[in-house]
T-cell receptor
């Protein structure tokens, strides 16, 4: 069966520091991959999605970037974090059937 | 712009009460529809989905949802809720079979024992 991992689970970073959140999927090949930010009372905001290695689509101009160096690895990065980057970040994958399956999330606090 | 509206941000019910959570979307074409649930401290997980066929869809844990195309709605229902249904519920829509989901803001459901 397929599983999706995210780490770290929680991260506290100072303003201006870099960020790297990792997401990996097991048990499937060539998944579509997604990064979301979940804000209380506002649902999920799609940040990036990828349909293949090296193919990244950005949905919202951000202080963030994404990369997909391997088929089942999706990385969310920032060169310099802002206070407004604090939030809960979710990675998801989907196959041909469009149903998305979510990881446990990373709670990021920027101080 | 395409959007998904969940009418209630917070719902509080007693055990055994009936539940209906509203979801409306704005898109005139073919859509796939989803309800996801996030229990406290757990992953966001799929509750049920509609792609085609019978507009009344049954999901896990006794939940069902009805797709009414003329009303652009996909309301979630459960005849008798339990304390363990306390969670946040999200409606999502995928227009025209593209890969993206458009999400509602979520409804926090609290069931009083």
């Amino acid at each position: 069966s397929q599983t999706i991992h995210q780490w770290p689970a929680t991260l506290v970073q100072p303003v201006g520091s870099p960020l790297s959140l990792e997401c990996t999927v097991e048990g499937t090949s060539n998944p579509n991959l997604y990064w979301y930010r979940q804000a209380a009372g506002r649902g999920l905001q799609l940040l990036f999605y990828s349909v293949g290695i090296g193919q990244i689509s950005s949905e919202v101009p951000q202080n963030l970037s994404a990369s997909r160096p391997q088929d089942r690895q999706f990385i969310l990065s920032s060169k310099k974090l802002l206070l407004s980057d604090s939030g809960f970040y979710l990675c998801a994958w989907s196959g041909a059937q469009e149903t998305q399956y979510f990881g446990p999330g990373t709670r990021l606090l920027v101080l | 712009a395409q959007s998904v509206s969940q009418h209630n941000h917070h719902v509080i019910l007693s055990e055994a009460a009936s539940l209906e959570l509203g979801c409306n979307y704005s898109y005139g074409g073919t859509v796939n529809l989803f309800w996801y649930v996030q229990y406290p401290g757990q992953h966001l997980q799929l509750l049920l989905k509609y792609f085609s066929g019978d507009p009344l869809v049954k999901g896990i844990k006794g939940f069902e949802a009805e797709f009414i195309k003329s009303k652009f709605s996909f309301n979630l229902r459960k005849p008798s809720v339990q304390w363990s249904d306390t969670a946040e519920y999200f409606c999502a829509v995928s227009p025209d079979s593209n890969y993206q989901l458009i999400w509602g803001a979520g409804t926090k459901l609290i069931i009083k024992p």
